[in-house]
């Protein structure tokens, strides 16, 4: 049989909760399909801190550089808040394992099931069908990343910021190559995401996605948004989109907005993509759910895992080739929630599950 290796980060809070779960669900789904998995745990975020001083720590790191992929949970909490802010785990952890990494690519799936239409805050009349769109975000590059960046007191007393956003035509070329790929296998539609009526960084990101997608990719319908009126048409119609595509900071926000009207974070997972292979010949990379640690629930046994089981699945798919099984855990979710299955996040009405029994019912419809 196969066997995938693999490095575990639950992270903080509700993280080792709903990976516990997940886990479970990678260990049937490889009874099924025939291939085993062997994975790794290590500290990462604020349990890191608490137990090596650090938020990534070196053991964390070389446990990470012998995996094919790294299963990520959740970092943070208020445990942690007083701490300068290059020291918090968010800032901490994350930055720095998406560097180490060079974890270039964020794919996030908007998916909302027409069952769930509750759940969002647009009308029903807008999502007759719900949702079902894809935000690729470049996580390497832009402001969070340029330099310089810095604080420092000005002569007259006064504290001033620097932060520098920075693209070259190499990285906007990779990013696009993915929205490529990603709309290749769905509607065949990208929009990409700027603001060239002002930014520097913006008028090279269109004109090289422009001409990238005219090379590379001239049967793939491609439009260009400014930022601000992205934000607002996600919110009329999410459904105008297929697949959208942008830059780093443009793409937090965005994503965080999708996450939004597609109801609960609790269902949305994501994939962070490396830019190297890892032992199979796949991309590296991590897989994460798009929430965070959740502290007012953490401990109680009632967050929801679908996130973290759909996290597993595109790990499965990307990282490991494994698209049968991938899909096969994706169907599982699916049938288990729109059968009435569903934590306090999404019940609307329904008797709420904990976490436990949220799994077992994904167990189930995988079955």
């Known amino acids: 049989m196969k066997t995938y290796t693999f490095a575990v980060l639950p992270g903080d809070g509700i993280g080792p909760e ?10 049937v789904t490889g009874e099924k399909f025939g291939f085993n998995l062997h994975y790794k745990n ?10 090596h001083g650090l938020a990534f720590p070196d053991t964390t790191k070389a446990i990470c550089e012998k995996s094919d992929a790294i299963l990520f949970g959740s970092v943070g909490g208020p445990k942690w808040e007083n701490l300068p802010p290059k020291e918090q785990p968010e800032r901490a952890a994350l930055l720095p394992i998406r560097k ?19 759940a969002s805050p647009l009308k029903k009349e807008r999502i007759p069908s719900g949702i079902d769109i894809v935000c690729i975000r470049e996580l390497t590059g832009g402001i969070y990343f340029g330099q310089p960046k810095s604080t420092q007191t000005l002569p007259n007393g006064e504290e001033q910021a620097i932060d520098t956003m920075v693209y070259q035509t190499s990285e906007i070329e990779r990013i696009a190559q993915v929205a490529i790929d990603t709309a290749c296998a769905r509607g065949g539609k ?38 601000d009126n992205a ?6 119609d999410p ?5 959208l595509f942008t830059e780093n900071m443009f793409g937090d926000i965005l994503s965080d907005e999708m996450g939004v009207i597609c109801g609960s974070l609790g269902m949305l997972a994501s994939a962070s993509l490396g830019a190297n292979s890892n032992s199979l010949g796949h991309p590296f990379g991590l897989y994460e759910p798009s ?19 759909l996290s597993a699945a595109m790990m499965l798919r990307y990282s490991f080739g494994e698209q049968e099984a991938a899909s096969s855990i994706e ?16 019940a609307f009405g329904l008797e709420s599950v904990d976490t436990a029994s949220m799994g077992a019912a994904v167990l189930q419809s995988l079955a």
């Open 18 to 27: 709903v990976m516990e779960v997940a886990l479970e669900v990678l260990k």
């Open 42 to 51: 290590a500290d990462i975020g604020g349990i890191a801190i608490d137990n």
């Open 100 to 118: 180490a990494f060079n974890l270039y690519a964020n794919v996030r799936p908007g998916l909302l099931y027409p069952q769930l239409t509750d």
């Open 190 to 227: 990208v929009c990409s995401i700027d603001k060239a009526n002002v930014l520097e960084t913006s008028v090279l990101w269109r004109k090289v996605v422009t001409n990238y997608f005219k090379e590379h990719a001239p049967e793939i319908e491609l439009s260009h948004m400014y930022v």
């Open 231 to 236: 934000a607002m048409q996600l919110a009329r």
């Open 239 to 243: 459904n105008q989109f297929d697949v």
């Open 291 to 309: 929430g965070g640690t959740a502290p007012d629930i953490a401990g109680m046994g009632i967050a929801n895992p679908c996130a973290q089981i």
């Open 331 to 346: 169907k599982a979710v699916e049938v288990a929630v729109t059968s009435g299955t569903r934590t306090g996040d999404i």
